[in-house]
């Protein structure tokens, strides 16, 4: 039964994944005229671009010497391209309003409002909260494992996972961090940033769940455990940096990765007798639900708050709930090891 929800799970995720591919927004003729005569003038009606100024052989006129890098003319076109598709993009948008015709995508992403340059910002909003929350739920873990809960010889925490859970901790900040910088600009270089560090966090992850769920806690035993995910996860960041960003079999990665762990999570918190597996089951459930926002993709009401922001805004308080249940973690392992050395 698991089994068919799992693949049908997956199935949905891959057709939304293939659906965004295609967006009918730019295939609008009448997009792709304002986008290419804007291209050619620098303006949409009445708006005017300065980083549309090009002379005929695309170097920019009236170019100071130090501006002649070929890197900064590179940024120029990306602007000028970028504030066309934009403006044009909202033009049409509102004419098909005044035919009450409903939004569509435009090179894979909804009409979203600009606000101070950003792309996305709702994304961006819930994002930096996310990065906040893996923050404090990181602060938090830190002084109850090293200021209220009793050390070992040598200042160690009795806590076995203490590590772990530190490097899942800046993996987390990392990822979160390069996601408020997509959504707020998406060009090559952060897209395949912002996709990278959330490849090795969830790979990360499904490492901790493994060993965590299984109680490894011999040395030798984590390596030849965490060894083939980690040169798995290398090599298939490798693989969407230097070979081809394949939207397709990316997701498929992720969702295998995500779902086994949540599947760990779920059953290692039925059979455990752990006092805080309600917030695992909390966690897992709501994670699960959530993910269904990315498959039932909506456009953005009010040009801001689409399904993908939504899906980031649910996280913060599962984060909150994931950092609490790794402190209650932390202090009945502790609690068992002292009880156990007496
Ligand atoms: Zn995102």
């Known amino acids: 039964m698991l089994v068919r929800y799992v ?18 927004g730019d295939a609008d003729p009448h997009y792709r005229s304002c986008v290419t005569q804007c291209q050619e003038n620098g303006c949409v009606g009445q708006k005017c671009f300065p980083n549309c100024k090009f002379s005929s052989d695309g170097v920019l006129i009236d170019r100071p010497w130090y501006m002649q890098d070929s890197l900064y003319i590179q940024w120029k076109k990306w602007d000028c391209q970028s504030d066309c598709r934009y403006y044009c993009m909202l033009e049409r948008e509102k004419e098909k309003e005044l035919h009450s015709l409903g939004p569509v995508k435009y090179h894979g992403k909804w009409p979203f409002k600009r606000i101070y340059g950003m792309q996305e910002p709702g994304s961006v909003a819930f994002s930096a909260l996310n990065l906040a929350m893996h923050f404090h739920g990181w602060i938090s873990f830190f002084i109850l494992l090293y200021y209220k809960l009793p050390l070992k010889y040598g200042k160690k925490p009795y806590y076995e996972y203490s590590g772990l859970w530190h490097i899942y901790a800046l993996l987390s900040l990392n990822s979160w961090f390069w996601s408020a910088v997509f959504h707020s600009r998406d060009v090559d270089l952060t897209e395949k940033l912002d996709y990278s560090s959330a490849v090795v966090l969830l790979g990360y992850s499904l490492i901790l769940a493994i060993l965590r769920g299984f109680n490894v806690k011999d040395e030798a035993t984590r390596v030849m455990v965490s060894a083939p995910l980690i040169a798995f996860v290398v090599t298939h960041v490798m693989y969407i940096n230097f070979y081809t960003l394949d939207y397709g079999w990316n997701m498929m990665v992720c969702v295998i990765m995500g779902v086994i762990q949540l599947v760990i999570w779920a059953v290692w918190a039925g059979v455990s007798c752990h006092p805080s597996r309600w917030k695992v089951w909390l966690v897992v459930f709501s994670g699960g639900l959530a993910m269904l926002l990315e498959i039932y993709d909506f456009p953005p009401y009010q040009g801001l708050l689409d399904a993908h922001a939504l899906w980031h805004a649910t996280t913060i308080p599962l984060t909150y709930i994931w950092w609490s249940f790794v402190r209650d973690d932390a202090e009945f392992r502790t609690s068992n090891l002292v009880k156990k050395a007496k």
């Open 7 to 24: 693949v049908a799970f997956l199935l949905g995720l891959l057709w939304s994944v293939l659906v965004v591919d295609a967006s009918l």
